[in-house]
């Protein structure tokens, strides 16, 4: 079946080293992304969105780059910190479904910062 | 900023207890979703409503129930909790609308069925 995976489970980064965290997606039809953050013992936390239009996207620190020749999203992290330590994982909304847009959500990569 | 909020963050409840867990968005948005979250498996869609009263099954809705009565608050039901319902439950919510919409999360409620 269709999914959204992340090619590695585990990262570790040097403090201030940029990070990339990868994502496979499957289903041609979605074209909405999303990147969360979430710390240990708390809720997902929304970091940045790509649609399909587009290649690229920038935030604070954050860049999110898709290919969808190759159906693959990336999250760059630029000059990581130790508050950048978190399951990062990608979801994918393959549009509506009986009126909901459905969402499918990655296992997650988990990030740690080496001070 | 939307803040979700869910009524507790750790639970332990007896197997056979009937569990509510509840959820409060304050951005007035239409959609809520409750999910279940459990190590290797990710983000598993339990049930959603996108209005008041109306609810969907999703992916895993057995022995689940839930209540939209307003449009603000979403509660999950565990008629009979059991051992295999342990796991963190994640709340969030979204605006309706013909763009894709966000889903933003509450903070989780760590649930142990003893």
């Known amino acids: 079946g269709e999914s959204v995976g992340l090619h590695l489970p585990t990262l570790s980064v040097q403090e201030g080293d940029n990070s990339i965290i990868n994502c496979a997606y499957s289903n041609s039809a979605s074209d909405y992304f999303i990147w969360y953050k979430q710390e240990s013992g708390k809720g997902p936390q929304f970091i940045i969105d790509i649609r399909s239009n587009m290649d690229k996207r920038q935030g604070q620190r954050v860049t999110v780059l898709l290919n969808k020749t190759v159906k693959h999203l990336s999250l760059q992290i630029a000059a990581t910190q130790p508050g950048d330590s978190a399951v990062y994982f990608c979801a994918e909304n393959m549009g509506s479904s009986g009126g909901y847009q459905k969402v499918t959500f990655g296992t997650g990569t988990k990030l740690q910062v080496i001070p | 900023d939307v803040k979700v909020t869910q009524s507790s963050r750790y639970l332990v409840k007896r197997t056979g207890e009937k569990v509510f867990l509840e959820c409060v968005q304050d951005?007035?948005?239409?959609?809520m979703f409750w999910y279940r979250q459990d190590p290797g498996l990710g983000l598993r869609l339990i049930y959603f409503?996108?209005?008041?009263?109306?609810?969907e099954k999703g992916d895993i809705p057995e022995g689940y129930s839930v209540s939209r009565e307003k449009k603000e608050r979403f509660s999950l039901i565990l008629e009979s909790a059991s051992t295999n319902q342990t796991s963190m439950y994640l709340c969030?919510?979204?605006?309706?609308?013909?763009?894709?919409?966000?889903?933003?999360f509450g903070p989780g409620t760590r649930l142990l069925v003893l």
């Open positions: 951005m007035d948005h239409e959609n």
């Open positions: 409503s996108y209005d008041v009263k109306m609810k």
């Open positions: 969030a919510s979204s605006r309706s609308g013909p763009t894709r919409e966000t889903q933003y």
